[in-house]
């Protein structure tokens, strides 16, 4: 237990200290290169202003996260239900998510304005597709034998796809909408870089513009702290919800003795 | 015990329980005319409360039959009957167990059996669950998960999830074939105690020989592509059975005239 | 009969009256909303505005002025072509592009007469004292910025041609690392803001003002949605007066404007910069107190037009100067 906090911190620390020692030794100008002195301490003069951009671009992935998750398991499930659906609806996803979005950014800009709504449609436009994709794999890889099993036993289609396919697709839809949680916040940030005037994206194009390199880590700093956080909260929710899984499961085989 | 004789004189007075099956004509043809002939024309009568083994190798037809007879698929030509009526679709009234115990593993044992009552709206049937977990030896695991059962122990979950609702008719398609020949024994003595206490019309798959003759009244013996019936033999031996009647010199005939099928029909070289 | 009334009852009365008599004028008019959106985020030489909602002068001229930060001219003008907003504060050269590609919007007012696009560099470190002095220097441009635009009309008003000089093509962000690094010698950019940054790093600028070698663009103004315009004069009207009342104050005293925006937005930099970033655009400006603040003149306009189509940025049919601008409303 000890040794799984330890050598991460070690590293840590000789990382930042190298750092430091780097930007001292050949007198980094703090525009360019900021020290790590530098930065926590930007981070503790500047917390409040921190914090409740954080918390405007933490709204704005939020709510076009809880929208991404329900418009993708939605499409996701009609697309593993009718092979129609499939073959019409699926080449515009992919086409929606392969467009580079900071290139359309400015379009959205024009079309929404300054503000959240902006934000959260780049936030949706991250997000949809690994949701998509998951839940269709997820639908689509029921055990055929449960299937014909439940069948017999005269379930419905709509009991079919809740009590058969939907649990089964569980994990992979976790998995998507972990891969969704990570991405929702990098979304809000471009979209506010792009389209709202509040928020970290926002606080970092005036930081950087204003060569307030400092102000640039330290919020790059608060963002990614946040971001592990949120890995770590989808994960404790998915151990909640897939109690059952092997992945949740101790495996006896794979453990180091010294662990 | 007493019990047991108790039902099984019971059977002796033509009290029925379960429901008859009826085959006339069945065949089976996949792929149109000209296409892999699966069943040949069967016809057969198998009596409620009746236990019946269907006995043949790989590949004759015998899974096939059963799911002709569940209402899964449908026949080329023939009809059956459950009771009296025609099956045109699957039966509501049947338990299956497969071969592959088909537990959900994100329900825990005791949600597992419960399905069929969700399924088909039955309400308050935990009671019934708890009873037949009970009688399968596996009440301690009910709020366990499956992988954390063996092999044998998860089939026995999905034996009585195939009887929680009081179905008419119990199929049974290779049951135990994936399970060790040491849980095959014990399952096998599982199941004819079991068709003592449920009054079902039993209809076991199964391509071991032993299994066929010890845990029914009535084997029939199929083989060949298309499926045939090859003969239809009694199985006399009182219930309930021990294992230890599988060495007697009758069981053991039984077993060699049916061997002697699948010789003939070039399936055992021995 | 009044002698029925309590002598309480008569003050309670009295004081209630004289209650409603005071709050009364508080209570007038509504103010009239204002949608403005500036050029790009918050930076120094915006506090005119904050200053004028600070102070008041917004309210005392009957309007709720809501302030947008912007991202870019060119954005600004496509925005308030829009009608996403009334009133824009944006460089002019942008609207002009604007209402050639036929977007609906106006000039109202021009102040910043010269172009701040120039070239800037580091003393000691490179010499701009010539057109031809570019020649052989990596100069970083932002492509499909605003000074790519001015690049091109440089070259072509000094006879040389874009190739003769070596241009890095870099992010606007980059520039400004760029340059204090040493990867490019000079940067194609406003000159307000990159002396205040090369300033505040305790080095001295040099520069070549593109106004001076030939470039008759033109800077920062204002600019009108075409329908709001039609549809409230007066506010327009009203809004530009009480707006340079903003940049009199202002002009006045820097260190209280950067003061106050400083500590109103979030502005990064000592105020020692905001002041000088100020003064290098207030340098290119007409002065806030002259009469002629905000006016526009037909020959500047006229030299403007002919440059951008000449360069090629106004397609289409020549549309007539008043599409382009007014000094209807202008402050007296």
Not at chain 2, 142 to 158: E, F, H, I, N, T
Not at chain 3, 144 to 157: C, E, K, M, N, Q
Request: proline share 5%.
């Amino acid at each position: 237990m000890i040794g799984s906090v330890f050598w991460p911190l070690l590293s840590g620390a000789v990382g930042l200290a190298l750092w430091e020692g780097l930007v001292r030794a050949f007198n980094i100008p703090v525009f360019l290169l900021p020290a790590p002195s530098q930065v926590v301490l930007t981070i503790v003069q500047q917390w409040s202003y921190l914090l409740t951009q954080l918390a405007i671009t933490m709204l704005a992935a939020g709510l076009g996260l809880v929208i991404s998750v329900a418009l993708g398991l939605a499409a996701g499930a009609a697309i593993a239900g009718s092979r129609l659906v499939d073959r019409m609806l699926t080449p515009w996803l992919v086409i929606a998510h392969a467009i580079p979005k900071v290139v359309i950014a400015p379009l959205f800009l024009v079309w929404f304005g300054f503000g959240l709504q902006s934000e959260m449609f780049f936030v949706v436009a991250f997000t949809f597709f690994p949701v998509i994709v998951n839940t269709v794999t997820g639908l689509k890889s029921a055990d055929p034998e449960q299937l014909l099993m439940v069948r017999a036993m005269g379930a419905t289609p709509a009991q079919v796809l809740r009590k058969i396919q939907f649990p089964n697709a569980l994990a992979s839809i976790c998995a998507g909408i972990k891969l969704a949680v990570t991405l929702a916040p990098v979304g809000a940030v471009i979209g506010e870089f792009v389209a709202s005037n509040a928020g970290l994206g926002h606080l970092l194009i005036r930081a950087v513009g204003d060569m307030d390199t400092s102000l640039a880590f330290a919020a790059v700093t608060v963002f990614s702290v946040f971001g592990v956080l949120l890995w770590r909260a989808a994960e404790w929710v998915e151990r909640r919800v897939l109690p059952w899984h092997p992945s949740q499961r101790e495996t006896f085989l794979l453990r180091d003795a010294n662990t | 015990m007493l019990a047991a004789d108790r039902i099984w004189r019971r059977n002796d007075d033509r009290v029925t329980t379960g429901e008859s099956i009826v085959l006339e004509g069945v065949e089976k043809t996949y792929g149109g005319p000209g296409g892999v002939h699966a069943i040949a024309p069967i016809s057969a009568e198998l009596l409620a409360g009746e236990a019946v083994s269907i006995v043949g190798p790989s590949g004759c037809g015998k899974s096939t039959l059963l799911r002709l007879i569940a209402g899964l698929d449908l026949p080329t030509r023939g009809t059956i009957r459950i009771g009296a009526k025609p099956v045109t679709g699957p039966v509501p009234d049947i338990g299956i167990v497969f071969q592959r115990d088909l537990l959900l593993e994100w329900r825990k044992v005791l949600g597992n059996v419960l399905l069929p009552a969700e399924i088909k709206g039955l309400p308050d049937l935990e009671p019934r669950a708890e009873e037949l977990l009970r009688e399968l030896d596996v009440d301690g695991f009910a709020q366990s998960y499956p992988w954390q059962l063996s092999g044998g122990m998860r089939q026995r979950v999905a034996i009585a999830r195939a009887l929680l609702t009081r179905p008419a008719l119990l199929f049974l398609d290779e049951p135990f074939s994936a399970l060790d020949a040491l849980t095959r024994d014990q399952m096998n003595v599982l199941l004819q105690r079991l068709q003592i206490t449920q009054h079902v019309t039993t209809l076991l798959i199964t391509h071991s020989i032993t299994e066929a003759i010890f845990c029914a009244d009535r084997v029939l013996v199929m083989s060949g592509r298309p499926g045939a019936i090859l003969d239809d033999i009694r199985v006399p031996f009182e219930r309930p059975r021990r294992l230890a009647v599988r060495e007697t010199a009758e069981f053991t005939a039984i077993g060699r005239r049916i061997r002697e099928h699948f010789e003939k029909a070039g399936v055992l070289v021995g | 009969m009044i002698g029925h009334f309590s002598a309480l009852g008569t003050r309670v009365v009295a004081a209630a009256l004289a209650i409603g008599l005071v709050a009364a004028p508080a209570a007038a008019q509504p103010l009239t909303p204002v949608k403005v959106v500036l050029d790009w985020a918050w930076l120094p030489y915006h506090a005119p505005f904050l200053i004028a909602q600070d102070k008041g002068y917004y309210k005392e001229a009957g309007l709720d002025v809501t302030l947008e930060q912007g991202r870019g001219s060119a954005t600004t003008a496509l925005l308030l072509s829009q009608g996403g907003f009334d009133i824009a504060h944006l460089n002019i050269t942008n609207a002009a592009q604007m209402v050639g590609k036929g977007g609906s919007i106006k000039t109202v007012g021009l102040y910043q007469h010269k172009t701040a696009a120039a070239f800037i560099g580091i003393k000691g470190k490179v010499k701009l004292d010539g057109p031809q002095s570019l020649k052989g220097i990596k100069i970083g441009s932002t492509p499909g910025g605003s000074d790519a635009l001015s690049l091109r009309i440089f070259t072509t008003a000094n006879g040389l041609k874009l190739t003769d000089l070596n241009i890095v093509a870099l992010d606007a962000n980059a520039k400004t690392a760029a340059l204090f690094g040493g990867t490019i010698d000079a940067v194609s950019g406003d000159s307000p803001a990159f002396n205040a940054y090369v300033r505040a790093t305790g080095q001295e600028p040099v520069d070549l003002q593109l106004a001076n070698a030939g470039v008759p663009l033109v800077g920062f103004g204002f600019a009108a949605n075409n329908a709001y315009l039609a549809k409230n004069p007066q506010v327009v009207a009203k809004f530009l007066a009480a707006t340079k009342r903003g940049f009199i104050e202002s002009a006045r005293d820097l260190k209280a404007a950067c003061q106050l925006i400083q500590a109103k937005v979030h502005l990064a930099g000592t105020i020692e910069r905001c002041i000088d970033y100020n003064q290098g655009l207030l340098a290119l400006s007409t002065p806030p107190t002259d009469p002629t603040w905000g006016q526009q003149s037909t020959e500047e306009w006229t030299k403007l037009i002919s440059t951008l189509k000449s360069a090629g940025e106004l397609p289409g049919d020549d549309k007539p100067l008043g599409t382009y601008y007014t000094n209807d409303f202008v402050p007296k």
